[in-house]
């Protein structure tokens, strides 16, 4: 038994963790096991290489096809379900690393077209090059929908109390 990433999900989910938190998914095995863990309602943080939600659930859909030989059509559903909560961020020309987007993933409609529900987005305000030269950005966080009920009930199911996303189920301004 080699020590792979989808091995190593695999035997964690015989201790049947609380939280699986992973680094970074590459290989359609991985992403196999990963949709395993979810769909036995394991609760797993993870990361892999995206552009932004809507290009996760794609991604996540295309190496569980491959992974688990199955249409794309109905692993983009798979993923799209098991999927509750996509964090995108993007790296600048400066190095550093801003959160772009939280978007809540409500599955997919009958035509396999995704619901996405943003929660958050990363208004870009200014783009200017400071007295070094180095270029940067800036911005502020704008809430674009509030949580659904279906994610709070969720969090409920969690042990989440409700004073932790009160703020976030009606729509604000920016944050």
């Known amino acids: 038994n080699t020590n792979t990433m989808s091995n190593l999900i695999s035997n964690a989910l015989r201790v049947t963790p609380d939280v699986m938190i992973l680094g970074e998914a590459r ?7 990963l949709q395993r863990a979810m769909q036995t309602g394991h609760r797993v943080i993870g990361t892999y290489h995206a552009k932004d939600s809507a290009d996760a659930i794609e991604r996540g859909a295309s190496e569980l096809s491959t992974g688990m030989g199955i ?10 379900r098991s999927v509750d909560i996509i964090i995108a961020q993007h790296k600048f020309p400066d190095g550093t690393r801003k959160v772009m987007e939280i978007t809540e993933i409500e599955g997919c409609d009958n035509e396999g077209n995704l619901k996405l529900r943003p929660i958050f987005r990363y208004k870009l305000l200014q783009a200017y090059t400071d007295e070094n030269g180095v270029e940067h950005v800036k911005g502020q966080f704008v809430m674009e929908n509030p ?3 279906k994610f709070q009930e969720s969090l409920r199911k969690d042990c989440v109390a409700d004073s932790e996303f009160n703020e976030f189920i009606q729509k604000g301004d920016a944050y």
């Open 27 to 33: 290989a359609p095995d991985e992403f196999t096991q």
């Open 71 to 80: 249409a794309l059509a109905e692993a983009k559903r798979q993923w799209a």
């Open 147 to 149: 949580i659904s009920e």
